[in-house]
């Protein structure tokens, strides 16, 4: 199994800005096609950006998040960001990160998005709190 560890939630102002992180142990994060997915309560868990392995550089964005988060990739670090800005309530759940080796099970980084239940490799999640 995959050993993935999120990090760098927490409570926000509406209007503000994280950056959540996705560290990767144990394996090379860039081989693989990373997602940021997240869960509020009484809600099913949903895809929020993808990003292809280092090799390709695509981006997936949910509608919703389009032009407010940008995911990236630190293949020194082993790592990969969310980038959350001018944050609302409802982006309020909690954030997971997962891996995927690209291929016939899942084809692309927005089938990984839109597939979460489809995925074997998760991080723990990091709580992210929007409010007033």
């Known amino acids: 199994q995959l050993q993935l560890v999120e990090s760098g939630g927490g409570l926000v102002q509406p209007g503000g800005s994280l950056r959540l992180s996705c560290a990767a142990s144990?394996?090379?994060?860039?081989?693989?096609?990373v997602g940021w997915f997240r869960q509020a309560p009484g809600k099913e868990r949903e895809g929020v950006s993808c990003?292809?392995?280092?090799?390709?550089?695509?981006?997936y964005y949910a509608d919703s998040v389009k032009g407010r988060f940008t995911i990236s990739r630190d293949s020194a670090k082993n790592t990969v960001y969310l980038q959350m800005n001018s944050l609302k309530p409802e982006d309020t759940a909690v954030y997971f990160c997962?891996?995927?080796?690209?291929?016939?099970?899942?084809?692309?980084?927005?089938?990984?998005?839109?597939?979460?239940?489809?995925?074997?490799?998760w991080g723990q999640g990091t709580q992210v709190t929007v409010s007033s």
């Open positions: 997962a891996a995927e080796l690209l291929g016939r099970r899942i084809t692309s980084i927005q089938n990984m998005c839109l597939m979460p239940g489809a995925l074997r490799d």
């Open positions: 144990g394996f090379t994060l860039g081989y693989y096609a």
């Open positions: 990003l292809s392995s280092s090799s390709g550089g695509d981006t």
